[in-house]
């Protein structure tokens, strides 16, 4: 088995009776992580040229750090077409000293190549397919970029964390930059800032903008503070999700959900099962991943750990060996629309 399919009680249960289709899907979900993402290129090249095209209603897209930059590429006019542009750029990033300005220049590059003005144009303006992008700010006493001040937060922040995830919030407000200021994907509306083409890109560095690794920015129409992150208070996203009717569809690197960027190493801050009564995660399995070589995802660390050469060459084969879980995921949806595949969310929770 290369890929599960894993859904709360109430998205079991309509999955079980109708099978998953496209035309129920209401929001997609995008989480932070980096290089994991390519565990989900080929899965996402598939869905944007055979599963996601079937759906005519409108779709709201969330996503946080690398998840906000997926969603933008289902948003555009022509998304298999970016899904294979960026993942050739993505594979083939090299550093020479892996420092913040130097990695936020290939962002740069990267921006300029997948999300130039006329397709931000379509992606603002897509009346399907709706962009919504989490990332965090600075307060004003910590509105500073500069290592000390970024070191002082974020050990607040990480200490706070262990007795609540709503201090990491307090610190590091979410703001939602989002089509017609949307808040649709929360039931709580957050700080939130219209998307335009004007910073568009700005919103996408934000969410990215790991502390340490990169440069914040600060994104035109919201307070005059540095952006960060969005992972930091949506890394995995806890829910619940903003949808009343139809499903939450959550194409997921991993089978394990993390609320939170700052509770990778709290073992009991866990998604609650009753936030993802109407979800759909579709991930690749343990026994997969096991296979891989290393016996792991890509990440971060693989940059330090691996030279270029040896690092490109394991990204390849990982990416070749997702084409298993696109034939699986396929497999399984032409079978009975995935009802006798599903199981109970619970295990990765």
């Avoid at 999700?241 to 394990?256: A, D």
Wanted: charged letters at 25%; proline letters at 5%; a neutral charge.
């Amino acid at each position: 088995m290369s890929i599960e399919i894993l859904a709360g009680a109430k998205a079991l249960t309509h999955i079980q009776e109708h099978g998953l289709q496209p035309s129920d899907i209401r929001l997609m979900v995008g989480a932070s992580g980096g290089p994991k993402w390519l565990m989900l290129s080929r899965l996402d090249q598939y869905l944007a040229e055979h599963f996601l095209p079937k759906a005519e209603q409108s779709i709201s897209l969330v996503g946080s750090s690398i998840g906000s930059w997926r969603m933008a590429c289902h948003a555009q006019q022509d998304p298999l077409a970016t899904f294979k542009e960026f993942e050739a750029i993505y594979t083939h990033q090299r550093y020479e000293s892996l420092s913040p300005r130097e990695i936020t220049q290939f962002v740069d590059k990267v921006l300029a190549a997948l999300f130039n003005d006329e397709r931000a144009e379509h992606i603002v303006n897509n009346p399907k397919r709706k962009l919504h992008v989490v990332a965090v700010r600075n307060r004003l006493l910590m509105n500073g970029r500069h290592n000390i001040s970024q070191i002082m937060g974020l050990l607040v922040a990480a200490t706070g964390n262990v007795f609540s995830s709503k201090v990491v919030e307090a610190l590091y407000p979410r703001v939602l930059i989002s089509q017609g200021a949307s808040h649709d994907p929360y039931h709580q509306r957050p700080e939130v800032i219209e998307l335009g083409v004007h910073n568009l890109k700005e919103a996408l560095v934000a969410s990215g903008a790991i502390p340490m690794a990169l440069e914040p920015t600060k994104v035109t129409g919201g307070k005059d503070r540095w952006h960060w992150d969005g992972g930091m208070v949506d890394y995995h996203f806890a829910g619940p999700f903003n949808v009343e009717e139809g499903l939450v569809f959550y194409p997921h690197f991993f089978p394990k959900i993390v609320p939170g960027w700052f509770d990778k190493g709290i073992p009991w801050r866990k998604a609650k099962a009753k936030n993802y009564d109407n979800v759909v995660v579709v991930a690749p399995s343990k026994e997969f991943i096991a296979k891989l070589p290393y016996g792991k995802i890509p990440d971060r660390k693989d940059f330090t750990k691996l030279n270029d050469v040896d690092r490109e060459n394991y990204w390849q084969t990982v990416l070749q060996a997702t084409d298993a879980l696109v034939d699986d995921f396929h497999n399984k949806l032409s079978k009975d629309g995935a009802s006798s595949a599903v199981k109970t969310i619970e295990s990765i929770l």
